[in-house]
């Protein structure tokens, strides 16, 4: 089954949730683009993914407009929310030291860049997690934060949809 339908246009900004929903806050990704999804309906194509490169970069493939959400950890408080333009600033790999993958969302955008395909706008949005082991709840520090990274991820594709 393709997630990544060819019909969809690449003027439509892309949501995509990265996680895994066993690993405790891993899932922040992915619930925050569950609640994308109903919230901020037609106005952006969302897609879950597990964070392996080379199906993110296929996911983003030809997008025009890009926010990746994902739990991350860089040793500030839990609960935090990074936001970070990657055509800017680089993406500290460390931050996503959770991933299964050796190839994961850092390496993937940095491959991007590297390779020119880096989508023209793209934001990231890390929750920082504080409990990575199996489970299926978010703690609370990272379930706290999820509404707001749904706020401002809805508010971003709204600005994003009136340009």
């Known amino acids: 089954m393709d997630q990544h339908p060819p019909t969809e246009s690449a003027s ?9 929903a066993y690993r405790g806050d891993d899932a922040a990704g992915l619930v925050i683009a569950r609640r994308v999804a109903e919230v901020a309906r037609g106005q952006a194509r969302v897609v879950e993914e597990s964070g392996e490169g080379a199906a993110l970069l296929e996911a983003w493939r030809g997008a025009r407009f890009v926010i990746l959400c994902d739990a991350v950890q860089s ?33 993937a955008i940095e491959l991007a860049r590297a390779l020119g395909e880096l989508p023209p706008r793209m934001l990231v949005y890390g929750i920082e ?11 609370p520090a990272a379930g706290g934060a999820v509404d707001a990274v749904v706020c401002a991820v809805v508010a971003d594709l709204q600005t994003y949809n009136k340009e």
């Open 12 to 20: 439509v900004p892309l949501v995509i949730g990265v996680g895994n």
């Open 75 to 107: 040793g500030a408080a839990p609960g935090t929310i990074h936001r970070l333009e990657p055509a800017w600033t680089p993406v500290p790999t460390g931050f996503f030291r959770y991933s299964t993958h050796a190839f994961s969302v850092a390496e």
């Open 129 to 139: 997690g504080a409990d990575f082991a199996a489970g299926l709840a978010l703690s």
